[in-house]
């Protein structure tokens, strides 16, 4: 969470006391544990969700409701509401505007002389990081952050040098609000119709070149800081992480808009006589093994344990992102990005196991659905359609011509809609510009199917949670569908250089 040690008992307090134990109960062993949680959830329960959420707020209360947001609970023993992590974000951002934490920057830039300059700091870094917190619950999920950081909110902070704890988390907090602000700002770009991919795509490609930019300030901090180099880690983790989820928006409108115009796919769109979906395809995986290779690196499982839940979201998103790839590059012209990638992926569900502090703890049940999707890669070639056969039975030995990827809707889909709601057509306007081209339409490819538990399966619950009901039998489709990403992250100083002088 990127706050300051507590160097003093002035700094602690009862309330947070309860909040940190509650959370930190799901590291005792089985039995106490079974014991010990349901009692520290129902305290927390009575004693501040109940009763100081219908009090003044306080920068204690607030904090709290932060860390509350950010750990779920291993069960919801002792709760008599299910607890919603977004909820208590935005419950702890109304708090803070209504302390007026988010002015404490524009009045801290009015009077650096204050006597008052201590506290106005203290305000603006506690606003800084319920916003930040806000956007990493809400991130690639469809909701909309009800609060916004500005580059005052970020004028405390020295990003030159790493001298203290308390300065490490300073900088990485204002490099994850820096990056979570960009991906918010990608995440709104659309493209509207194909007369519109020019604009698209210089508009997406002047914010990946700022983010890149970024990335060369984040990439070195693990190795060179002294103070907490694994918190450095998550950062950069989180980094690409998120700069996945970004790709994969555009990758989305790509698919949405261009699919089926003019009767072509959407992999083919060039720019000048490069394929586009191609490139950022390629970076979608970069970043993605990135993620990976990273949370692998890391030594200290009690650590990686006590991570917060959307971390492990992240590196589930990145595994199953390599798999559905493989998916697509098998249906594209035969291989697949390797054995290496598929031993990468068999290695993060058995460290996710390993870290997992129970059955119930989220890494564990992202590990078990990382193995359902890996079975069903090593599987695909015993699991095709029966039409497919046939048809398959129906050809001579000569070689498939390049395949392409499955077709998609090319409308717009929203959280409500179906596969089957989508239409397989576009009337697209005229007007689009003479640097977009297309090459002939290839054949259609056999599509993997994916198997799933059965609805009396328990497992069936978690995987339906992540996306992967029976209603996505095409793996390659899943990560294009809005739904599926949704209901995944659902339950998945001034005269230094700053922030400010990296363009947003």
Known sequence: ?????????????????????????????????????????????????????GSEPNAESIEALLVLSLWSPLTNAGYSVKRDGRALASTAVSSAISLGLSEASLLRAQAPLSSDLVDLTNKTRLWLMTSTTESMICVGTGRTPISRTTEADLKFIDPTSVKSDTSAREVRLGFISKMLDLVEQGCKIRLRSPSNFEAFYIETQQLMRTIRCLNSFIKPLPVIARYEPFFFSMCVLQFHGWNLVLLHHFLR?????????????????????????????????????????????????????????????????????????????????????????????????????????????????????IMR??????????????????????????????????????????????????????????????????????????????????????NQSMLSGLGAGHEWLEASDMLMDATFWTTFMENLNSQAPGFESIPS
């Open 1 to 53: 969470m990127c706050v300051p040690p507590r160097e003093s008992e002035n700094t602690s307090s009862d309330l947070l006391d309860l909040i940190r134990c509650t959370v930190a109960a799901r590291h005792l062993d089985g039995v106490t544990r079974a014991s010990v949680s349901p009692r520290l959830q129902k305290l927390t329960e009575n004693l501040f969700l109940n009763r100081q959420l």
């Open 373 to 458: 999707l890996v079975h069903a890669w090593e599987t695909r070639n015993t699991r095709r359609p029966a039409a497919s056969a046939a048809r398959e039975e129906e050809k001579d030995n000569d070689e498939y011509p390049v395949r392409m990827m499955p077709q998609m809707s090319a409308e717009r889909t929203t959280v409500e809609d179906t596969p089957s709601e989508a239409q397989s057509s576009f009337s697209a306007p005229n007007g689009v510009q003479d640097d977009l081209q297309y090459q002939p339409q290839q054949q259609q490819p056999i599509q993997p199917q994916m198997q799933f538990p059965s609805p009396d399966d328990p």
């Open 253 to 369: 409108e790509l698919r949405t808009v261009m699919d089926g115009y003019n009767s072509q796919s959407w992999m083919v769109t060039l720019y000048r006589g490069t394929p586009i979906p191609l490139i950022y395809g390629h970076e979608a995986i970069d970043s993605a093994q990135q993620v990976l290779t990273i949370f692998l690196s890391q030594n200290d499982t009690a650590l990686l344990a006590a991570a917060p839940d959307h971390v492990f979201c992240l590196v589930t998103f990145s595994a199953t992102w390599i798999i559905i790839s493989n998916f697509s590059m098998h249906q594209l012209n035969g291989v697949n990005l390797g054995w290496a990638n598929d031993k990468l992926i068999s290695l993060v569900a058995e460290k996710l196991s390993h870290v997992a502090s129970s059955p119930e703890h989220f890494p564990a049940l992202c590990a078990h659905f």
